[in-house]
C-alpha cells in the first residue's frame, strides 16, 4: 500500500481555500466535518491548526484560538475551532493527514 497524504485550508464559512479529494460539511459554530473523496485503509494521523490567513506580520491571536480534532475515522474526521474565550468559534484553520 502507498502512503498518502491530504491537506487543505478551510474557511471560517467551510469553503476551501487549498487542498482537493475532501468535502467539508460546516454543521454549527465551530465544527468542520472533512470528508475523504477515496477513504482511508486505515484511519489516518491528522493534524489540524487554526490559522490567521495573510496575517505573517503580526504577533497572532490568543492562544487558545485553536482547532481541537474530534474524532477520526478511515473517511473523514471532526474539527472544533475556537476563540481566545475557549468557546466555539468559526475560524480558518489548515489539517494534514497521512496513511494509507
Do not use: C
Not at 15 to 25: A, H, P, R, Y
Not at 32 to 54: G, H, K, M, R
Amino acid at each position: 500500500m502507498a502512503e498518502r497524504t491530504m491537506w487543505g485550508v478551510i474557511s471560517p464559512q467551510g469553503k476551501i481555500i487549498s487542498g482537493t479529494g475532501f468535502k467539508v460539511d460546516h454543521s454549527n459554530t465551530g465544527i468542520y466535518t472533512i470528508l475523504f473523496e477515496e477513504p482511508f485503509n486505515v484511519i489516518p494521523a491528522v493534524s489540524a491548526t487554526q490559522i490567521f490567513p495573510d496575517d505573517v506580520s503580526s504577533q497572532g491571536g490568543d492562544t487558545r484560538d485553536n482547532a481541537v480534532l474530534v474524532g477520526i475515522v478511515n473517511d473523514r474526521f471532526r474539527v472544533k475551532t475556537g476563540g481566545g474565550d475557549g468557546r466555539g468559534a468559526d475560524r480558518h484553520f489548515t489539517f494534514a493527514a497521512i496513511g494509507v
